[in-house]
């Protein structure tokens, strides 16, 4: 498995940008598929966007799409999630998570970081 330890979440003004990242700790990072995921309170987890081994593919959800970038950097074991347009509703814990291959997220396989607070003011 690898570590992974988020950070740069904060308090921003709606149409504002932050940018998150996610430290990762093991020697497999590069074999790893990449997502981040959002929870808000009283709400289930969802996933906010995904990135496969080499960066070349990535998804989103249509509620994110176009404002939200997912990158990664496997030489220096580093997640990104640069948030443009941050709307009210982005406000939630984002946790980025890590699976081995052939490994669906959510599943037992799932590397989770701490989470970091992203809090959009109206």
């Known amino acids: 498995q690898v570590q992974l330890v988020e950070s740069g979440g904060g308090l921003v003004q709606a149409g504002g940008s932050l940018r998150l990242s996610c430290a990762a700790s093991?020697?497999?990072?590069?074999?790893?598929?990449l997502a981040w995921f959002r929870q808000a309170p009283g709400k289930e987890r969802d996933l906010v966007a995904s990135i496969d081994t080499s960066g070349g593919r990535t998804y989103y959800p249509n509620s994110v799409k176009g404002r939200f970038t997912i990158s990664r950097d496997n030489a220096k074991n580093m997640l990104y999630l640069q948030m443009n347009s941050l709307k009210p509703e982005d406000t939630a814990v984002y946790y980025c998570?890590?699976?081995?291959?052939?490994?669906?997220?959510?599943?037992?396989?799932?590397?989770w970081g701490q989470g970091t607070q992203v809090t959009v003011a109206s």
């Open positions: 998570a890590g699976v081995p291959p052939d490994s669906l997220f959510n599943g037992p396989d799932t590397s």
């Open positions: 093991g020697r497999a990072f590069s074999t790893y598929g």
